[in-house]
C-alpha cells in the first residue's frame, strides 16, 4: 500500500510495531516503536506520547536519506505504561 | 533488561513468521525498493492525509467484513474532522484494549487535527483512508486494494501520507 502511493510521487511515512514485517515489506520510510500492536501511538490518554510518536514519524519525511531506512523511537512499552497510568490517576480515571 | 535493549527489540518478537505459519501466504517480502519521492514543501506547508489498516470506520458506513477468508479488499473514507465518537473499529486482527478507550492510540484523528491547528503540518485533507489489512492473498491485495486506495489519496490532494499498518 505504502509503496502504491510512494510511486504515485507522494512521500509516505509508516508507524510500525512490527520491525520484522516492515524490513520484509520495504516500504519507504518507517517509524519503528517497541509497543502493543494495536497501540502504534502509545496509550490512553497520554497526548504528549501520541504527539511524539505523529511527530517523530513525520520527521522521517525531511530527514530519511534511504529507502528502506526504519528509524527507531527511544521509548519503552513499560515507560509508557507507566506514565499512561499515572496520567489517568491525575485525570480521575484510575485510583 | 536494559531500557536500551527493550526500546530496539519489539514486543512480540517473529511477528512476521508467526502470521504466515497462522495465514500461510499472507505476509509480504519485497526485496527491490521504491525510490523516494522528495516532500516538495516544508512540513508546516505540507497537507497530509492518514491511511490506516486498523478497520476503522464511520459508524454510518457499511461494515468491513471482518470474516472475510480472502480478504475485504474495500476502503472507507473518513472526515479528518470525525471525533473518536463518530467512528468504531471492525477489525479483529489485533488488541483493542486502549483503543476502546482512546481512539487516538490507534488512529489519532485528535492529535492529527491539533497538529494542523497549531501548524505543526500545512492541513489535512478533506478524508482519510481507512481498510482492513488481513488478507490471505498479499497479490490480489497489491492489484486490487493497494492500486485503488494510491489513485484515491492521490485524488484527495494530499502531498505527505501517513500510514498505520495495524
Not at chain 1, 73 to 89: F, K, N, S, Y
Not at chain 2, 104 to 111: A, E, G, L
Not at chain 2, 128 to 144: K, L
Amino acid at each position: 500500500m505504502q509503496r502504491a502511493i510512494e510511486r504515485r510521487g507522494i512521500p509516505t511515512v509508516s508507524v510500525t510495531v512490527a520491525r520484522d514485517v516492515t524490513e520484509r515489506a520495504k516500504p519507504p520510510r518507517a517509524l519503528f516503536v517497541p509497543f502493543m500492536m494495536g497501540h502504534h501511538f502509545g496509550v490512553p490518554f497520554h497526548r504528549a506520547l501520541q504527539r511524539r510518536v505523529l511527530t517523530a514519524a513525520l520527521e522521517r519525511l525531511e530527514l530519511a536519506e534511504r529507502s528502506g531506512e526504519i528509524a527507531t523511537l527511544p521509548v519503552t512499552w513499560a515507560e509508557a505504561r507507566r506514565q499512561g497510568d499515572a496520567i489517568e490517576r491525575e485525570l480521575g480515571l484510575k485510583r | 533488561m536494559t531500557d536500551a535493549f527493550e526500546t530496539a527489540k519489539q514486543l512480540r518478537p517473529g511477528l512476521w513468521e508467526t502470521v504466515n505459519e497462522r495465514y500461510p501466504g499472507s505476509m509480504i517480502t519485497k526485496v527491490d525498493l521504491v525510490p523516494l519521492a522528495p516532500l516538495r514543501k516544508p512540513l508546516s506547508q505540507t497537507r497530509l492525509t492518514f491511511v490506516s489498516s486498523a478497520g476503522v470506520q464511520p459508524r454510518d458506513s457499511l461494515p468491513f467484513d471482518v470474516v472475510h477468508p480472502v480478504g475485504d479488499f474495500t476502503f472507507r473514507r473518513v472526515p479528518s474532522s470525525s471525533t473518536p465518537a463518530d467512528l468504531e473499529i471492525h477489525q479483529i486482527k489485533y488488541p483493542t484494549a486502549g483503543a476502546a478507550r482512546d481512539l487516538n492510540v490507534i488512529f489519532p484523528v485528535d492529535r492529527l487535527s491539533e497538529l494542523a491547528e497549531d501548524g505543526t503540518i500545512g492541513g489535512l485533507t478533506p478524508n482519510f483512508f481507512s481498510f482492513i489489512g488481513y488478507t490471505i492473498d498479499p497479490a490480489g491485495f497489491e492489484r486490487t486494494l493497494a492500486e485503488a486506495l494510491a489513485d484515491a489519496v492521490a485524488a484527495e490532494g494530499a502531498e505527505a501520507v501517513l500510514l498505520c499498518p495495524a
